[in-house]
């Protein structure tokens, strides 16, 4: 059952952002012991190999110990209190793409944007 919530909480979260204002974009830093099974996934989901250093996708060293998936994007103070509601840790204001105001770091969502059409790299 708990699942099952966190399953519809991530479906949630990322009808939200198909219709928040654009761009959005996907980032992933990857381990390079984790670098095939991302590259497997991702191409299995959108029909293409991700590029390293190319478009949002980053492999790291071996300071890296895996995946880390990153949403960047602006919004509305509404929708960021609902993300906050359904669990989701907003990152405001960081240094990080100052063209972008908010950031997830949230695997399970990303991969649901993936899977909702969006790639990496920015999407206009």
Known sequence: MANSKANSIIQTAAGFF????RPIRLEAEVSVKHRRRFQQRYAKST???????CGGYYECGPGKWGIE?????????????LLHA???????NRPYRPEYKYRINSNKLWWKLIEA???LGDNP
Not at 18 to 21: A, D, L, Q, Y
Not at 69 to 81: H, P, Q, S, V
Request: no cysteine; charged share 30%; net charge neutral.
């Open 18 to 21: 198909v219709g928040i204002r």
């Open 69 to 81: 998936l990153r949403i960047y994007f602006n919004a509305t103070e509404g929708i960021i209190e």
């Open 117 to 119: 059409g969006f790639r």
């Open 47 to 53: 029909g293409s190999k991700p590029i390293p250093d």
């Open 86 to 92: 359904l669990g989701f840790k907003v990152e405001e």
